[in-house]
């Protein structure tokens, strides 16, 4: 029920094989209406549930009555009282979890806890899980990443209480690209968006990023520079260094350009610098002695950025 002219009650049954026809009564308005099979709404395809709507008058409460006839000539019925209030309901993140199974595969469990005034009608729940370090590659363009995703939902997923005063709900998605033990303690973020619709009609939204493990961080294992050496015959000469970092999960990136966090230093930076963004700069005349004069340029790798060499 909602708050608004004309609403509907929704009776759900897990089970519609055996349903020759449904009557559902509302005590607002005296509504009665009879249903064949063929007229309920199926819930997922696959699926044997289903369920049958009755329009209503608004009314600030209402009694529901339904009469289950199955094919056998078998009758079960069924009454709710409902009371139209107005607070919406509360969705909190309860748990994500990476399980395997016995052959090797992987699934996503993210379980939503939602607290309400009265029984929750629905709630969808949209899930996309992403390596943290193809997010990283996507310059932070989750849209780019998407295309990568290890789970997803792929549009808004729909769950449906299965008894009264249901509070948890949980939404289980396949891996397709399984993650390793270190993957799924630094690598995994899953972002989860949820609206929760009450009897009321009342909704509630919830969204959040989270993480599969304790953080996201990875290593990086090896750095090297292209070119490796330079070679100057002349004053004007330039050259741009290329760092290529071998991450633990990325793999190996190139990381050019100042604030990348790449620094560099020169041995002789009165005859060779380096700017910040990696640019080598011939600072002295090419004499006798600069020529007989091997310059060294160090690389590392951090969180932060300095200033490099400059020519003064």
Same mark, same amino acid.
Request: with cysteine; proline share 4%; charged share 20%.
């Given at each position: 029920?909602?708050?608004?002219?004309?609403?509907?009650?929704?009776?759900?049954?897990?089970?519609?094989?055996?349903?020759?026809?449904?009557?559902?009564?509302?005590?607002?308005?005296?509504?009665?209406?009879?249903?064949?099979?063929?007229?309920?709404?199926?819930?997922?395809?696959?699926?044997?549930?289903?369920?049958?709507?009755?329009?209503?008058?608004?009314?600030?409460?209402?009694?529901?009555?339904?009469?289950?006839?199955?094919? %056998?000539?078998?009758?079960?019925?069924?009454?709710?009282?409902?009371?139209?209030?107005?607070?919406?309901?509360?969705?909190?993140?309860?748990?994500?979890?990476?399980?395997?199974?016995?052959?090797?595969?992987?699934?996503?469990?993210?379980?939503? /806890?939602?607290?309400?005034?009265?029984?929750?009608?629905?709630?969808?729940?949209?899930?996309?899980?992403?390596?943290?370090?193809?997010?990283?590659?996507?310059?932070?363009?989750?849209?780019?990443?998407?295309?990568?995703?290890?789970?997803?939902?792929?549009?808004?997923?729909?769950?449906?209480?299965?008894? !009264?005063?249901?509070?948890?709900?949980?939404?289980?998605?396949?891996?397709?690209?399984?993650?390793?033990?270190?993957?799924?303690?630094?690598?995994?973020?899953?972002?989860?968006?949820?609206?929760?619709? !009450? /009897?009321?009609?009342?909704?509630?939204?919830?969204?959040?990023?989270?993480?599969?493990?304790?953080?996201?961080?990875?290593?990086?294992?090896?750095?090297?520079?292209?070119?490796?050496?330079?070679?100057?015959?002349?004053?004007?000469?330039?050259?741009?260094?290329?760092?290529?970092?071998?991450?633990?999960?990325?793999?190996?990136?190139?990381?050019?350009?100042?604030?990348?966090?790449?620094?560099?230093?020169?041995?002789?930076?009165?005859?060779?610098?380096?700017?910040?963004?990696?640019?080598?700069?011939?600072?002295? %005349?090419?004499? %006798?002695?600069?020529?007989?004069?091997?310059?060294?340029?160090?690389?590392?790798?951090?969180?932060?950025?300095?200033?490099? %060499?400059?020519?003064?």
């Amino acid at each position: 029920m909602a708050d608004s002219g004309r609403n509907e009650a929704i009776l759900r049954v897990s089970d519609c094989s055996e349903i020759a026809e449904v009557e559902l009564a509302a005590s607002s308005d005296g509504s009665r209406l009879t249903l064949v099979s063929e007229q309920a709404r199926r819930l997922d395809s696959g699926s044997l549930a289903c369920e049958f709507s009755l329009p209503f008058a608004n009314a600030p409460a209402l009694d529901i009555e339904a009469t289950l006839r199955l094919g %056998n000539g078998d009758e079960h019925g069924l009454a709710e009282s409902y009371l139209l209030e107005r607070n919406r309901p509360d969705i909190a993140l309860e748990a994500i979890s990476v399980q395997s199974d016995e052959k090797g595969g992987q699934t996503l469990l993210v379980s939503l /806890a939602v607290t309400e005034d009265v029984d929750i009608s629905h709630l969808d729940v949209t899930v996309s899980a992403l390596r943290a370090s193809d997010l990283r590659s996507a310059n932070g363009v989750v849209e780019e990443a998407m295309d990568t995703a290890f789970a997803s939902t792929d549009g808004a997923a729909r769950r449906w209480p299965t008894r !009264d005063e249901q509070g948890l709900f949980h939404v289980l998605l396949p891996i397709d690209s399984p993650l390793s033990d270190a993957e799924i303690l630094r690598n995994g973020l899953v972002l989860v968006d949820a609206v929760a619709v !009450d /009897a009321s009609g009342n909704v509630g939204g919830f969204s959040t990023i989270s993480l599969t493990g304790e953080s996201v961080s990875e290593s990086a294992l090896s750095l090297q520079v292209v070119p490796s050496e330079l070679l100057f015959t002349d004053l004007f000469e330039s050259a741009v260094l290329l760092p290529q970092v071998d991450f633990e999960f990325r793999g190996v990136t190139t990381l050019a350009g100042a604030g990348m966090g790449v620094t560099y230093s020169s041995s002789h930076p009165d005859i060779v610098a380096v700017t910040d963004s990696g640019t080598v700069l011939i600072c002295a %005349n090419l004499t %006798n002695q600069t020529r007989a004069t091997p310059s060294f340029l160090q690389l590392s790798s951090s969180s932060s950025t300095s200033p490099g %060499n400059r020519c003064s």
